[in-house]
């Protein structure tokens, strides 16, 4: 790696801090405005409790204090990386979300490597197939894919491949009536896999076979792939290795815009196929009304997809080294 790709990504981590903390900050300020709090759910729970025991509550947890010296409480705390506490799970929110975190990265992973593999693949073979009949199938699946809602194809999914046929688990992350181990408990987490990556991929594949497609037709005319052709390279090598790694630029940005759309479909989809993930987890959290835990989980996915956003614009150095990074924007 060289000195110029280490000082960029030094830079580009030095942006990040600003940025996670000014999301910190708006997250914090708009979720006051949200009515209720966990001492409401908390007396709900139990049937109803008494004002006093209510206050005696708020006070214990700090809700009692006036925003400002919240606000600033939990800017202390953020210093320290210290998230918090959930007093509606009774543990400290660090410790919550990085349980769930590795599925939630686990299931982003599987679906953009669907959503890539198959969107460049079908792409590619619609450009290749331009205006004939696979063009055409493979356009009109893009565009039931692309309109299709995210919980419809989820819960039909579910129908077919759990309820009717019975080839997959209907939801979870793994068989909780058997301890299986090694080899086995990854074939159990795999299949319990392949119908929530599915879901989520659905759209963003949609997207990407467009791009790719795209690209595709307009790089077989460029000066350089008809040089390639002339020179009497394969139709396979002007296609994977002249055209396909130019077409990739385009979804490499793209990538990185869609990262934060994608963990916020996680969200309905962890929750239709009750996946243990961080999406699942906000889901309860809202319904608890614990802001703690849902200030830290907005908080890590903020530093989650600004990360990733930084590692997209690594890779799209590595894909076109032309490009000055240093001249590169956020």
């Known amino acids: 790696m060289t000195s110029e790709t280490l000082s960029f990504i030094w830079r580009r981590l030095l942006q990040v801090i600003p ?3 000014g999301i910190a900050c708006l997250n914090f300020l708009i979720l006051q405005l949200a009515p209720g709090d966990v001492v409401d759910v908390l007396a709900g729970d139990a049937g109803g409790s008494s004002p006093e025991y209510m ?26 990386f210290n998230l918090g506490f959930s007093f509606r799970q009774n ?5 919550l979300v990085m349980g769930r975190l590795p599925a939630t990265i686990l299931l982003m992973v599987a679906a953009l490597v669907i959503a890539l593999g198959v969107g460049c693949a079908l792409g590619v ?3 290749s197939r331009v205006r004939t009949a696979v063009d055409n199938l493979i356009s009109v699946f893009v565009l ?17 491949f759990s309820a009717k046929l019975g080839w997959l688990p209907s939801g979870g992350m793994i068989s909780l009536d058997k301890q299986y181990t090694g080899w086995a408990h990854i074939r ?6 392949i119908l929530p990556a599915l879901t989520l991929s659905t759209f963003y594949l949609a997207v990407y076979t467009r791009l790719t497609r795209a690209a595709m037709l307009e790089l077989y005319g460029a000066d350089f792939v008809r040089t390639a052709r002339a020179k009497g390279a394969s139709e396979s090598r002007v296609v994977l290795v002249h055209a396909l790694r130019n ?13 934060a759309a994608m963990l916020s479909g996680a969200v309905l989809v962890e929750s239709v196929f009750g996946w243990p993930g961080l999406g699942r987890l906000a889901f309860e959290a809202i319904i608890a009304r614990d802001l703690n835990l849902l200030l830290g989980i907005l908080f890590l996915s903020a530093i989650l997809v600004t990360l990733i956003n930084v590692l997209v614009d690594i ?16």
């Not at 206050?55 to 204090?65: I, N, V």
């Not at 894919?145 to 919980?151: D, I, N």
């Not at 159990?188 to 896999?193: E, K, P, S, Y």
């Open 247 to 259: 077409a990739l630029l385009p979804m490499v940005t793209m990538l990185g815009l869609q990262v």
């Open 19 to 21: 940025v996670v903390i």
């Open 315 to 330: 890779v799209y150095r590595l894909l076109d080294p032309r490009v000055e990074l240093g001249n590169r924007q956020t």
């Open 91 to 95: 543990m400290p929110v660090l410790e």
């Open 125 to 127: 073979l619609a450009a």
């Open 144 to 160: 039931l894919s692309h309109a299709m809602p995210t919980f419809w194809f989820g819960l039909m999914a579910i129908v077919l």
């Open 188 to 193: 159990d987490v795999a299949a319990h896999l």
């Open 55 to 80: 206050a005696e509550l708020r006070r214990s947890f700090g809700l009692d204090q006036a925003v400002y010296i919240q606000f600033y409480r939990y800017l202390s705390n953020l210093v320290q």
